[in-house]
């Protein structure tokens, strides 16, 4: 079993990515949430002029995607392009994984809303064998997957041929902290030489109407030894610190936008550091976990 | 292995299929009798019409079904690792939790109709059930005033769940934690989901789900529970709790080869595996028994066997394979946690789970397949697979608790 006792290895981040309203980066991320109306509305929740297909270049694997994870897998590719690892064959499959947070997707979904209609009866009585008969031709083949939170791993795993450790958090405001935290540890222990964290969120995670805007945001993190070898300059190094400096109890907050914000919050603060930072990893952490909240 | 980083198991709790408790998912593991039965909750007419369905009449149906058999499970495991769930949330108690999406009321979205405002109380009413908002009332359950964690890796959530909570333990992020996984999908839209995917058995109840026989035709969908308390081997002892089981590995790793197939030669299989392997410091020849995802798919089943065989090489005959999902059926989100306890169970008894309705041998699955039931064996290490669609692939290793050193 490995053990934490001793000396982690020194973490850095590399690569950074936000896909908001306002535009890519960190800074558009800034000006869309000071110009957020405080309480009366989400603002502007919609990616204009974002295409994803400038990033994700296989058509079909683009189609197969709800436009939250077509978000999450764009702002993964941005961040790959920061730290310089865009090219193919930059990055050792076995050796690299993902730590995406997410909110979760609505099944309320317009074919089910369609095919229920439908299995209600002259009686007004909803008929169950009808609905699944109905279902089996009318309802998305895929339409299991879509609504599974790891399928933001799986497609991004699918396009960049991550082969590494993977989670998925649906903790809530916390999720998106808890990427950065899983994917530091999972590198500090040598468990993979890089990690992306990813989070998006997106339409299809609307409950009852309520509009929820379409951000990304992406990290990558490697090993220091990883980084130098390849010449790469980190945007910060990351430290644990003592472990009695441990966030105290995270709450799950549920919303959708939650789990992005989390991770959001957390990039922002380690590029308002400024370059080449040493930055204490669970301070960080309790920061991003409050402000997503 | 530093001593201090040794995780223990003091503390199980189950609800599945085979019973409520330890105790009687004992009795029906050592039993080896299966338990997929034709579906008493609703008749949908669908061609998948059984199901591993939980028949305690203290769980109700509907959207609160997967909290109260998780409640169940977490009441349980508190229970025997000594844990007074009733005590006022302790910051050093944390919870890793896996949690099933919340299903559907399709009643009552029939009862809406179009009526826009009953159906945002619908979907809020389901949101009331997700992760996030489930996931504190979980913690209130277990006095878990620590960091919660909910991950969701889809079929392999259990595994990484409580190989989440071994890492928290090694890295002092927490003196103990409750991990485990709870999922309620046998309602008629998650089967009609999983029919869509062509991935269901048609077969009769009795011998719908055949894990690596050659006529194997798809899987069975089951719910449940399960819930472990983890800690330190240090901590345990201070505090005088005996160890059920020890938890010694854990990996995790991705197939990056297709949303709903997995690799054929079981690439990221074998990647967990090893993965896991490494984490425990042992050699595949360590390991006494393997609890298989095994499915019962033909294509995951052959696959898993490929990884097993990649990692095992030329010892792959000398290990005892068996999935328990014959039995139970898939739990999907709690599937491994689930079986994470029925290894356990096993290594505590030193019975080799069966693996029910395996008849003929299928040549893509030359595996070491537990036939019989009753089967003793001293076990010391047993390793647990999880996989997932999206090519999620998660292994633990569990130990005998004097197996460690």
């Known amino acids: 079993m490995t053990s934490f006792t001793t000396t982690p290895r020194a973490v850095v981040v590399t690569g950074l990515a936000a896909v908001t309203p306002a535009g890519l980066g960190l800074e558009a991320y800034r000006r869309w949430r000071a110009a957020r109306p405080a309480g009366s509305g989400p603002g502007a929740t919609v990616c204009a002029g974002f295409d994803p297909a400038r990033y994700i270049h296989q058509p079909r694997r683009l189609r197969s995607m709800h436009r939250t994870f077509q978000l999450g897998t764009a702002a993964s590719v941005l961040a790959l392009q920061a730290a310089g690892l865009a090219a193919a064959g930059a990055l050792t499959p076995e050796k690299s994984g993902i730590a995406c947070a997410l909110a979760d997707v609505s099944p309320f979904t317009l074919d089910l809303h369609a095919v229920v209609a439908a299995a209600v009866g002259a009686d007004g009585r909803f008929n169950l064998r009808h609905f699944a008969e109905l279902g089996l031709h009318q309802l998305h083949p895929f339409r299991r997957l879509t609504l599974l939170a790891n399928m933001a791993a799986a497609h991004t795993s699918l396009l960049l041929g991550l082969q590494g450790p993977s989670y998925t958090f649906t903790s809530g405001a916390a999720a998106g902290a808890q990427t950065l935290q899983e994917a530091y540890w999972t590198v500090a222990s040598g468990r993979a030489e890089l990690m992306l964290c990813q989070a998006a969120s997106g339409p299809e995670q609307e409950v009852a109407d309520a509009p929820v805007a379409e951000l990304a945001a992406a990290a990558v993190l490697e090993s220091d030894e990883h980084a130098f070898r390849r010449g790469a300059a980190p945007v910060a190094t990351l430290l644990a610190g003592p472990a009695a400096a441990a966030p105290p109890a995270a709450a799950a907050v549920p919303g959708a936008e939650a789990p992005v914000q989390g991770l959001l919050a957390a990039l922002d603060e380690i590029e308002a550091r400024g370059a080449r930072q040493v930055i204490e990893l669970r301070p960080l952490l309790l920061a991003a976990m409050e402000r997503a909240v | ?405």
């Open chain 2, 1 to 405: 292995m530093s001593p201090s980083a040794a995780c223990v198991i003091t503390g199980a709790g189950i609800v599945s299929p085979l019973g409520t408790g330890l105790e009687a998912n004992r009795a029906a593991l050592r039993a080896g009798a299966g338990h997929i039965a034709p579906i008493q909750a609703f008749s949908a007419g669908l061609a998948a019409d059984c199901a591993g369905e939980v028949t305690d009449p203290a769980v109700p149906r509907g959207q609160e079904r997967a909290e109260a058999m998780a409640r169940m499970a977490l009441a349980e495991c508190c229970a025997q690792a000594g844990l007074d769930a009733g005590s006022a949330p302790d910051p050093r108690r944390a919870l890793s939790f896996a949690i099933g999406k919340a299903t559907v009321d399709l009643e009552a979205l029939a009862a809406a109709g179009g009526d826009a405002a009953a159906r945002a109380r619908l979907e809020q009413h389901r949101a009331h059930f997700d992760a996030p908002a489930l996931l504190p009332r979980l913690a209130r359950a277990c006095a878990a005033g620590g960091p919660q964690y909910s991950s969701y890796t889809a079929c392999a959530s259990g595994n990484d769940a409580v190989g989440l909570a071994m890492r928290l333990i090694q890295r002092g992020e927490a003196d103990v934690v409750i991990a485990g996984a709870t999922d309620a999908q046998v309602h008629p839209l998650s089967l009609l989901e999983f029919e869509l995917l062509s991935a269901l058995s048609h077969e009769p109840a009795a011998r719908a789900c055949r894990p690596f026989d050659r006529n194997r035709t798809g899987f069975v969908v089951g719910e449940g529970a399960a819930a472990l308390v983890v800690e330190s081997a240090e901590h345990a002892a201070r505090r005088g709790a005996p160890a059920v089981a020890s938890l010694a590995g854990y990996g995790s790793s991705l197939d990056a080869h297709g949303l709903t197939k997995c690799h054929p030669q079981g690439r990221g299989a074998a990647l967990a595996m090893r993965a896991a392997l490494a984490d425990a410091g042992l050699q595949p020849r360590h390991i006494d028994y393997i609890n298989a995802h095994g499915t019962g798919t033909v294509l995951n089943d052959q696959a898993e066997a490929a990884a097993i065989a990649a990692v095992w090489g030329d010892a792959v005959a000398s290990v005892p394979v068996s999935s328990t999902k014959a039995m139970t059926g898939h739990l999907l989100t709690a599937a491994s946690a689930v079986e994470a306890v029925l290894t356990a169970l096993a290594l505590q008894d030193g019975v080799l789970p069966l693996n029910l309705n395996f008849e003929q041998a299928d040549a893509d699955c030359r595996l070491n397949i537990i036939a019989a039931p009753g089967r003793r064996a001293r076990m010391r290490f047993a390793m647990s697979n999880g996989f997932g669609f999206g090519g999620q692939n998660s292994s633990l290793i569990l130990a005998f608790p004097s197996s460690l050193s």
